[in-house]
């Protein structure tokens, strides 16, 4: 039960987030222009600087709370570990949007945009996992 | 109240990361590995933020307005276009590659070493050269910005 439980309270808190940041400030959930808007310009610096702290605490609160679920896992070389952040933020900056904005908030108000955007990186993210492992053997 | 509102979020949205797994990289590969030791784990961290923002979403929007601003801002672009499809398909080869987003990257920030930062700063990276190409393309910065008070 615990492997369903717990992941499933995490989504609830995820949901309930989203639900609370709309509720409160009108805004989606969105964290790659969240984090975007910090320094890319577009105003309303503040709540974005604050939502990315809040991220950030929640981190350190985990490593207390939760040891194991944070800062581990990250097992690629540096070169891969840059080109991934490479496409990561240009390709949900060109997609406007990640996995927080189109894969929760945007599924969950039915946007067609988040539905097809879902589908789109879900496909690729899964193709590329199948051939760095099953094709390459790894990284 | 508007920037508090912000941070309580954020750390509400990263402590369902860290509980739903999403902060370990190699949960997040076990869920996109179909051909391998497949990890349904992350089917039920979606299904429980969906599920709770779709239940949510009509009674908030339902109101005149949110509690702490004039208006609700919400994505107004309807086309599904080659910037949509292109965009997703480069992000999700991204992400495939390293099983890290944006969201639990940022959590990882201070706990999970150098790469994350160097991930971070790449990512970030990124997002500046699509805004720089964006403008010297269209004039203007990204169309996912022009977002409108009804959706």
């Known amino acids: ?139 | 109240m508007h920037v508090l509102s912000g941070l309580v979020a954020g750390l509400l949205f990263g402590l369902g990361l860290g509980l739903g797994g999403m902060t370990d990289p190699r949960n997040v590969l076990g869920f996109l590995d179909f051909a391998g030791d497949w990890n349904p784990s992350l089917l039920w961290v979606m299904g429980g933020g969906v599920g709770v923002f779709a239940a949510l979403f009509p009674a908030i929007r339902r109101r005149s307005g949110p509690l702490f601003a004039p208006a609700f801002d919400l994505p107004a672009m309807r086309r599904i276009d080659r910037e949509l499809l292109a965009g997703s398909a480069i992000f999700g080869v991204g992400w495939g590659l390293l099983g890290l987003c944006p969201g639990p990257a940022i959590v990882n920030a201070l706990v999970g070493g150098w790469k994350v930062l160097l991930f971070l700063a790449a990512m970030a990276a990124g997002m500046g050269f699509h805004a720089l190409w964006q403008r010297r393309r269209l004039g203007e910065d990204a169309p996912c910005e022009h977002l409108g008070p009804d959706a």
């Open chain 1, 1 to 139: 039960m615990d492997g369903i439980l717990v992941p499933l309270v995490g989504g609830v808190t995820i949901g309930l987030a989203s639900s609370f940041l709309l509720l409160a400030t009108g805004k989606i959930a969105g964290i790659s222009g969240i984090f975007a808007g910090t320094f890319l310009g577009g105003g309303e610096r503040a709540w974005r600087a604050a939502f990315v702290a809040g991220l950030v605490a929640s981190g350190l609160l985990l490593a207390w709370w939760r040891p194991g679920a944070v800062g581990e896992g990250l097992e690629a070389p540096a070169s891969v570990v840059a080109a991934a952040g490479l496409l990561v933020g240009f390709g949900s900056r060109l997609g406007c949007g990640c996995t927080s904005g189109h894969g929760i908030c945007g599924i969950g108000r039915l946007s067609p945009r988040s539905l097809v955007a879902t589908a789109t990186f879900m496909t690729t993210a899964a193709l590329t996992v199948f051939v760095v492992r099953h094709v390459l053997g790894g990284l």
